[in-house]
């Protein structure tokens, strides 16, 4: 895998117009990353550009999708398969996002259904999404739960890059994302794959044919 060195303002740009040569009317891209590493500024780095280039951007974060607290941590606070497989909402994220987006849609879809700090829904009404917008949606183990996502974008970062900013809270995630690594393999299955334990200064490696 040969990476390129980028500025993160080149990064952005640089996916933005790969992004806009898809073929899917509604292209839905993961951001596989967490928050913490800056996977979530980086897609809301690229919807504007988007936007620029004739493709309106759609933002989107799986943490909109958890399950409520409840459901979550019913198999324990620190309970790494819920982590992996059970946190995210997976069916109705596919239901009121992911689907309404595919080839077979009718386009009108949620972006958000609850708040991960109030744990309360958001109540938000459906929109309908323009002509060919395309959906980023950026979390952590976006490759665990088989979404139907046309592409994934994969944030990678060693360990120690992940325990310095993820909060003290949060760090037990650790184990999740060694496993994540090892059982889903997401550099393999990534259309790209970004050197990112720098975010001022990344790197990229795209797949033979991107």
Known sequence: MRF??????????????????????????????AAEIGATALADAIA??????????????????WRPASLRLELGRTDTDM???????????RRELLDP??????????????DPVTDRSVRDSRVAA?????????????LADQLPLDAVVHL???????????PADRQWWLDGFDRYRIEDRPAEQAVA??????????????AVGC
């Open 4 to 33: 390129t060195p980028l500025t993160p303002e080149r990064l952005a740009d640089d996916i933005a117009h790969w992004i806009v040569e898809l073929p899917q009317e509604h292209p839905r891209v993961g951001i596989d990353g």
């Open 48 to 65: 504007p550009r988007l936007g620029e280039l004739g493709r309106p951007g759609l933002r989107a974060s799986t943490s909109w999708w």
């Open 83 to 93: 982590l992996l497989g059970g946190w995210v909402d997976g069916g109705a994220l």
């Open 101 to 114: 987006l595919g080839p077979t849609g009718s386009g009108s879809h949620l972006v958000r259904l609850r």
């Open 130 to 142: 323009p002509p060919r917008a395309a959906l980023l949606l950026d979390g952590p183990f976006l």
């Open 156 to 166: 990678q970062t060693t360990r120690s890059t992940l325990a310095r900013a993820l």
């Open 193 to 206: 794959v970004i050197a990112y334990d720098h975010p001022r200064a990344p790197a990229i490696a795209w």
